[in-house]
């Protein structure tokens, strides 16, 4: 088929797809005059908060790419600390948060927008962890494979709280995943704090870190759990020296310690007031049309 004759079909294709759609459309809306209360509902789905946010990270090739691009440059760093090693010189080894960071929950959120439910929920997000249906964040498997290869450590640190089997539900994970260093030694979790310090300096005891990865600042240093967006971007712009080397961070817009600086919580409620938060920070700065 020549490509005048393929761009032909393509046109017709595209304009029988694009008919099909304003034929629901039209469908939907008389369907609506006759339920009020179902399109009200299914239209409260179409404007949930999470949509946009949760299509990025479900879909998009540029999210998959940051993610590629993250542990590229992760190798590098890794690469130049192995050049520079010198005898007696420490171990060395790399630190990684573990969700959103080496592997992904999309199918936690696509569970949150299908129940209509647009903030994270915690019950949910138990319920659901334990269950395996996470999925390695790309590139994380192969970059801890060339640690590995490598001789340099890889540890895992998370927080979590599933109750008592929190660390046996994270360790399957590992496990699940066949990441390597999958043992008690390479992995720490933290039930009753968001504080990953202590971890980092008992890493930092017996190695050298080439480098630390995570979807959170406070990943990297715990100065960044404030309550205060201005703060935080001030301790960034005071860091920004440090991303891309001694830490290299991941893109997540569902959430993070970043929604604390919003909220004043991590897990903020699904209320009314918080949703006038929310779009208090998505117009921070916008244009007033003058």
């Known amino acids: 088929m020549s490509k005048p004759e393929k761009s032909v079909q393509a046109d017709s294709e595209r304009r029988r797809v694009l008919g099909l759609l304003l034929a629901g459309g039209a469908t939907a809306t008389a ?4 339920n009020g209360k179902r399109a009200e509902s299914g239209d409260e789905d179409l404007r949930n908060s999470l ?4 299509a990025w990270k479900q879909t998009a090739a540029e999210y998959f790419a940051l993610c590629h691009q993250a542990y590229n440059l992760a190798r590098l760093r890794v690469d130049l600390a192995l050049d520079k090693r010198a005898a007696g010189d420490k171990p060395l080894a790399v630190i990684t948060d573990l969700d959103n960071t080496a592997m992904h929950a999309r199918s936690y959120w696509g569970y949150l927008i299908n129940q209509g439910l647009d903030f994270f929920d915690d019950s949910i997000w ?4 334990p269950k395996n249906q996470i999925t390695a964040a790309p590139g994380a498997k192969d970059f801890f494979d060339y ?3 490598r001789n340099v450590d ?3 640190v998370t927080n979590r709280d599933q ?3 929190t660390y046996e539900y994270a360790m399957k994970q590992l496990e699940f995943l066949e990441f390597p260093f999958a043992d008690d030694e390479h992995l720490y979790v933290f039930r009753d704090s968001s504080d990953k310090s202590p971890a980092r300096a008992e890493v930092r005891s017996k190695f050298q870190i080439a480098v630390m990865l995570g979807d959170n600042l406070n990943d990297y240093q715990r100065d960044y759990y404030v309550t205060d967006i201005a703060e935080r971007l001030r301790l960034m712009e005071r860091d920004r020296d440090h991303f891309g080397r001694e830490f290299i961070l991941l893109p997540n817009p569902t959430d993070g310690h970043w929604v604390r600086a919003i909220f004043g919580d991590s897990e903020p409620q699904p209320t009314r007031e918080n949703r006038h938060l ?3 920070a998505a117009t921070y700065i916008a ?3 003058q």
């Open 163 to 165: 109750g008592e089997r």
């Open 126 to 129: 138990d319920e659901w962890l």
């Open 287 to 289: 244009w007033d049309g």
């Open 278 to 280: 929310l779009k208090q």
């Open 154 to 156: 890889v540890f895992y």
């Open 51 to 54: 949509l946009w946010a949760a």
């Open 31 to 34: 369907c609506a005059a006759q």
């Open 147 to 149: 640690c590995s290869a």
